[in-house]
């Protein structure tokens, strides 16, 4: 089960148009997470973090896990090529692209704000049942040998 803690957004960061992220980017954003965690949530980084991201160059680049090595976080091991994973794919932008469809902006700005205001609605109980499904679809990968899980 998803402990107490887990309550919601901790940071959002939105990537500024024509920009790519890279290590760098990357390791600044985690220096921008283990701050809001700090603030917002301190018991996470009392009981240490574990962080689920794939492996994506900037994850695997050599900047970021001197990162998470002198933080002491912890990755959950993802395997390459597995969205069935990562509740981002299989839980957050199918939500996130129902919510979206048909609307139309006028600017960036007025689409960051509903981004924003969208996450900042979202009830705890849309995150449990996101992180909580990975428990399932991880036993299922684990059951299955290794071999993809669709749902």
């Known amino acids: 089960m998803l402990p107490d ?3 919601g957004v901790i940071l959002s960061d939105i990537l500024p148009q024509g920009q790519c992220i890279n290590a760098a980017r990357y390791c600044s ?3 921008r ?3 809001a965690i700090r603030r917002k949530r301190p018991g996470l980084l009392r009981r240490g973090v574990v962080l689920q991201h794939d492996n994506a160059t900037p994850h695997s680049a ?3 896990q001197q990162w998470l090595q002198r933080y002491g976080w912890e990755i959950l091991p ?5 969205p069935d994973l ?3 794919d299989f839980h957050l932008f199918g939500s996130l692209k129902r ?3 048909g609307m139309a902006f006028e600017t960036e700005d007025d689409l960051i704000s509903e981004l924003r205001n969208w996450f900042d609605n979202l009830d705890v109980d849309f995150f449990r049942v996101g992180i909580n499904s990975l428990l399932s679809r991880w036993q ?3 059951d299955l040998h290794g071999d993809y899980v669709e749902k």
């Open 86 to 88: 990562a509740p981002s």
């Open 33 to 35: 997470l283990k701050e």
């Open 99 to 101: 919510h979206l469809g």
């Open 62 to 64: 050599n900047l970021t």
């Open 29 to 31: 954003t985690l220096d």
């Open 140 to 142: 299922k990968r684990i």
């Open 78 to 82: 993802h395997p390459a090529h597995s």
């Open 5 to 7: 803690t887990a309550k």
